[in-house]
């Protein structure tokens, strides 16, 4: 069965320092990996999307993440987090053999400290 | 600009009361799905179509209805609300390879 897992259901960092957020799926073929953002009272915005090819992608925000098979898992990076990068991210899977839906972690909420 | 709208953004109604809440978009997108979502919680799943006239129920169970009768619209409807289904309700749609795309999200109350 698709799932996804976000470890980390909280994380503070400082403003300039670097972010990395973990995420781990389980699916059985090959997967299409996905990461959004949330902000308070909003809907969710698509950051970046892995489907095949390069394994280090780039996103908007200067975002990265980096699909590695091995250890499926596809982490969410960032060099220098901003104030206004505080927000919900959600990790989802894209599971198109089995009913064309998306499998969502539970979120990590980021806190930005000054 | 091809974008997904959601209406009402918020809503306070009474218990008892139909409600239906708006979906559209503009990208012309097959798939559309609802959402629905607790502040800082996770998503679920509770209804999800390929198009017109297709609809199926989602991972969590849900009193609600939804229709598609248009490509571009997909609207969730609530017959007799309850404060149980206070929460907020976002509507996606997608295409292969694209992600989902969400919209604003409508954050119902129901007193």
């Known amino acids: 069965a698709q799932s996804v897992t976000q470890p980390d259901i909280h994380i503070t960092v400082s403003e300039g320092a670097s972010l990395e957020l973990r995420c781990n799926y389980s699916?059985?073929?090959?997967?299409?990996l996905f990461w959004y953002v949330q902000s308070p009272g909003q809907g969710l915005q698509l950051l970046l999307k892995y489907f095949s090819g390069d394994t280090l992608v780039q996103g908007i925000k200067g975002f990265e993440a980096e699909f590695k098979r091995s250890q499926s898992s596809f982490n969410l990076r960032k060099p220098s987090v901003h104030w206004s990068d505080a927000a919900e991210y959600f990790c989802?899977?894209?599971?198109w053999g089995t009913g064309n839906q998306f499998y969502f972690g539970t979120g990590t909420s980021l806190t930005v400290i000054p | 600009e091809a974008d997904i709208y959601q209406t009402p953004r918020y809503l306070v109604i009474g218990t008892g009361k139909k409600i239906t809440l708006e979906c559209s978009q503009t990208?012309?997108?097959?798939?559309m799905y609802w959402y629905q979502q607790d502040p800082g919680m996770e998503l679920h799943l509770i209804h999800y179509?390929?198009?017109?006239?297709?609809?199926e129920k989602g991972d969590l169970s849900s009193e609600s209805t939804v229709s598609r009768i248009r490509t571009e619209h997909f609207p969730l409807t609530l017959e007799s609300a309850r404060p149980s289904h206070t929460s907020q309700y976002l509507c996606?749609?997608?295409?292969?390879?694209?992600?989902?795309?969400f919209g604003q999200g409508t954050r119902l109350t129901v007193v």
């Open positions: 179509s390929y198009g017109v006239n297709s609809t």
């Open positions: 699916y059985g073929a090959t997967p299409y």
């Open positions: 990208m012309g997108h097959d798939k």
């Open positions: 989802a899977v894209g599971a």
């Open positions: 996606a749609s997608s295409e292969l390879y694209e992600g989902a795309f």
